[in-house]
Every structure is written in structure tokens, then in C-alpha cells.
């Protein structure tokens, strides 16, 4: 089993920032893609920022130019630095890892309880 601990959420006012931790532990034997997922009440879970095991990253439009995603390979961590935030902004933040568990194999995904972060106006 791969347990992810999450940390770095809170209550913050717009335009501040905000550093979501999240680390792998467990049964690891390969992590590919690292990401950061969110959602508001009453909304879908969304993508906000995706890096895989290469560095690539990919961000939601909403995302771009303020939240930066990176990872630290030998902690099996992902994290999400979150500047200039907004109020609309506000969700429960997921983190997401896979990894494939047998050669050639599918990939397995597994899902973070969740850090609330909330930004007041």
C-alpha cells in the first residue's frame, strides 16, 4: 500500500501564497506522474498541476503563471507552490501519484485525504 501525507494548507488572504507538501511512502517501486487535483463545493474534482517522471509539468489555465508544481525524486515528493492566490481559489487540494507495479503493466493511482485551503477576500 502507498500511503501520501499531505501538509501546507490554511487560510490565507488573496494575493498571499501558500507550499502544499505531499509525500509518498510505502510499497514504491516506481512513481511516473506526480499531481495536484482540487474541489470546491458543489464542483468537480479538477486538475492543477501535473509534473511527470521526466520534470514535464502541465497546469490548468487557471493555474498558470502562479502556482509552480515540482518534485523531489529521493523524498518521493510532490509539492505546489501557490502565489498570488485568489479567493476563487478555495478547495480541498488532492494529491495524486502513479506508479506501475509489474513490468509492463498498467499504471496504479493513488489518492492523498485532502489539505484544505482557503483564501478570504
Known amino acids: 500500500q502507498v500511503q501520501l501525507v499531505e501538509s501546507g494548507g490554511g487560510l490565507v488572504q488573496a494575493g498571499g501564497s501558500l507550499r502544499l507538501s505531499c509525500a509518498a511512502s510505502?510499497?514504491?517501486?516506481?512513481?511516473?506522474?506526480m499531481g495536484w487535483y482540487r474541489q470546491a463545493p458543489g464542483k468537480q474534482r479538477e486538475l492543477v498541476a501535473l509534473?511527470?517522471?521526466?520534470?514535464?509539468?502541465n497546469y490548468a489555465d487557471s493555474a498558470k503563471g502562479r502556482f509552480t508544481i515540482s518534485r523531489d525524486n529521493a523524498k518521493n515528493t510532490v509539492y505546489l507552490q501557490m502565489n498570488s492566490l485568489k479567493p476563487e481559489d478555495t478547495a480541498v487540494y488532492y494529491c495524486?501519484?502513479?506508479?506501475?507495479?509489474?513490468?509492463?503493466?498498467?499504471?496504479?493511482?493513488?489518492w492523498g485525504q485532502g489539505t484544505q485551503v482557503t483564501v478570504s477576500s
Open positions: 495524486n501519484v502513479g506508479q506501475i507495479l509489474l513490468p509492463g503493466g498498467g499504471m496504479t493511482v493513488y
Open positions: 509534473i511527470n517522471s521526466g520534470g514535464r509539468t
Open positions: 510505502g510499497s514504491i517501486f516506481s512513481i511516473n506522474a
